[in-house]
């Protein structure tokens, strides 16, 4: 069952990647890292999920570093936006910090990821149901 491509999708993540790449340029990252750091730094942030998830479940929060005497933890309703100024924590800011080091990487490398991710899934729709017979 192939999908035809959509103009949106495609145009929103190029525009995501060039924000990401206009962030690492205006901050100085270096983008002259080998390829088996940029993953190390891609499988960290996936680690950082991970630790997130055992501590915090999937929870979104924000740490309030003025909470005396400790530093308190705030926790947001699922559409309820971070306040200004704090830092976003917890799972889905660390599937945002994969996304954007998966962005980052593709610019680098020259990889147009809509192309990548709709010719994977096109084939995948053809692939057997629980195809390879995994049960991990």
Partial sequence: MATPPDP???KALLDMQEEVWLFVQEKGWDD???FGDAVALMHSEVSEGLEEFRD???KRYVEDPTGFPYTQIHYLEDQEDYPDGLKPEGVPSE???QLIRLLHNCKKDNVNLYSEFRAKM???WTR???HG???L
């Fill in 32 to 34: 002259n890292r080998s």
């Fill in 8 to 10: 949106d999708a495609r």
């Fill in 122 to 124: 096109d084939y995948n």
């Fill in 95 to 97: 599937y945002a910090d």
């Fill in 128 to 130: 057997a149901y629980r």
């Fill in 56 to 58: 915090h479940g999937l």
């Fill in 133 to 135: 017979g995994k049960a």
